[in-house]
């Protein structure tokens, strides 16, 4: 059989996106200098990328960390720490092949060895370790490659490799046994280098002057491509109220943020001190249910929740008008998008919910809504949706605390709590493969009793990996997103639109999923 050659994607990704003829030149920092603080809405949990899904932690921890793959602007793979990959013709081998002359922060040669280590870590501690499910085993044949070998085809898997919801960073090989969130001095490849954390107050990376840029590329593309840090320090000053965030871009302690609540936007746009930059399709507001905890135990008692829900009340209410009705998991305008489990979505039924109430024998029984105030959007339907589910007769109570403290008791128990308020943004943005993870082993968010997946929603999810054809993983999503949503294991509220905001001396910044620091500097 005739052997593919080594096919150095990132190179053809960027001749498409930057042409040779339009800069000569890759890109060099206009201007170097400075403390670019940006303003953060919420706390981390953890700088431990492996470990975390959240927001707060990527917007961060992407900025100090890097891949194998990850992807561009136009959400397609590419390569970032291999210069190189190599499909076997059988598709049951992939080959890396790592650029050559990067080093860690601490100054570290980056070898395999750091990718084999890296992977053996994520296969214990990742959160979406279900991505090497279909792989059998990977070794570094030399210092320079690395290479991953299936167990079956998988044709997403290049799909699933290069996602940068919850990826597979590369660290140290000496970090391979730390546990699950205790990677408190991150270190890694990036344009940035971790300096220090205040917890619920700042973190503050610096340029590694170490860093290689990838040659491959001329400018940066998504989260990869030619990168350059040009500031001398970021600081992500946790500033979770939002008039606060925006009083301190207008007053300039600030010089970005990362959400411009929608009552201040008509006075910042008059500041000619100020850009507005608006971010369509942000995020999908989002309930997710507690199944193993009574009574969101008992499907009816989600029916009954589900019927009672008014949408547009919730999602005016999360976003101050920014927003539009959406079913599932995806956008309309993104090439995945299906509208299948319609029928279930924004019903605003109180007599059914009722129904549905009194054939589940439902006695009262509190249903926790576990919210946050670092994400009004997330409080705010949470209190929307207790207001409903009261009027109904449901005993609807609150458990509000902070960000992380929310997230750490969704993936850590199924006591206390029966709905936990969140959005997905970045993952429906990478594809409904990335955004279905969610809800599948091992762990899968709607808390599925002893830890088992619902057969059938595996089965689904199962086809939108393996099926050969686009056509057929389509369809197994729409599948999997009608069963999901008449199983009631998410409630999607509804699409939030994003808007984000820098002082008008900083040139570079572009809206993406994770605010990028790199090629972003102060003009003169």
Request: hydrophobic share 40%; proline share 7%; charged share 20%.
């Amino acid at each position: 059989m005739k052997r593919r050659r080594f096919i150095p994607i990132g190179l053809a990704a960027a001749v498409a996106l930057f042409p040779i003829s339009a800069r000569a030149e890759p890109f060099k920092c206009p201007h170097v200098g400075g403390d670019f603080v940006f303003g953060q809405e919420a706390n981390i949990n953890t700088l431990d990328q492996m470990t975390s899904p959240t927001i707060s932690t990527r917007n961060i921890a992407m900025n100090i960390y890097e891949s194998l793959m990850t992807r561009d602007e136009n959400n397609h793979p590419i390569l970032e720490l291999a210069e190189a990959m190599h499909e076997a013709p059988d598709q049951l081998t992939y080959t890396f092949r790592l650029r050559a002359g990067i080093h860690f922060h601490n100054g570290k040669p980056l070898t395999s060895a750091d990718v084999v280590a890296s992977f053996d870590r994520y296969a214990k501690v990742g959160i979406q370790r279900n991505m090497l499910s279909s792989v059998d085993r990977w070794d570094a044949p030399d210092a320079a490659t690395f290479r991953i070998r299936m167990k079956h085809i998988q044709p997403t898997f290049i799909e699933s490799l290069s996602s940068f919801s919850v990826p597979i960073v590369i660290i140290p090989a000496e970090s391979r046994d730390v546990p699950a969130q205790q990677l408190t001095t991150p270190i890694g490849t990036g344009p940035y280098r971790f300096v220090e954390a205040e917890p619920g107050v700042a973190v503050k990376l610096k340029r590694y002057d170490g860093y290689k840029p990838n040659t491959s590329f001329q400018d940066r593309t998504g989260l990869g491509g030619y990168k350059q840090a040009c500031f001398d320090t970021v600081t992500f000053r946790i500033v979770t109220e939002p008039g606060a965030r925006a009083a301190g871009l207008i007053s300039g302690e600030l010089q970005g943020i990362e959400d411009l609540p929608a009552k201040s936007v008509a006075s910042v746009e008059a500041d000619k001190h100020i850009t507005v930059l608006p971010l369509k399709n942000w995020w999908i507001q989002i309930a997710n249910p507690n199944t193993s905890n009574p009574p969101t135990d008992k499907l009816l008692v989600r029916k009954a929740i589900q019927a009672a829900l008014d949408m547009d009340e919730i999602m005016d209410a999360a976003s101050d008008g920014n927003y539009r009705l959406n079913v599932g998991f995806q956008y309309p305008d993104q090439p995945d998008y299906t509208d299948a489990g319609k029928e279930t979505y924004n019903l605003h039924n109180p007599e059914l919910a009722k129904k549905y109430l009194a054939d589940a024998g439902y006695q009262g029984e509190s249903v926790v809504l576990l919210t946050n105030k670092d994400y009004p959007p997330m409080y705010n339907s949470a209190l929307v949706m207790q207001q409903q589910l009261q009027a109904v007769g449901i005993n609807a109570q609150m458990k509000v605390v902070d960000w992380p403290a929310s997230i750490q008791m969704s993936m850590n128990t199924t006591e206390g709590w029966n709905f936990l308020f969140t959005a997905w943004g970045t993952q429906p943005a990478l594809g409904s493969l990335a955004t279905m993870r969610f809800l599948v082993q091992p762990n899968a968010t709607y808390k599925p009793a002893d830890g088992k997946d619902d057969p059938d929603v595996l089965a689904a999810w199962e086809d939108m990996n393996i099926l050969p054809t686009a056509e057929g993983r389509q369809k197994a999503f729409a599948h999997m997103q009608a069963l999901v949503l008449d199983r009631v294991y998410a409630l999607p509220f509804g699409a939030f639109n994003k808007i984000q905001a820098v002082r008008a001396n900083v040139e570079g910044f572009v809206p993406f999923r994770i605010p990028r620091m790199a090629n972003v500097w102060f003009n003169r």
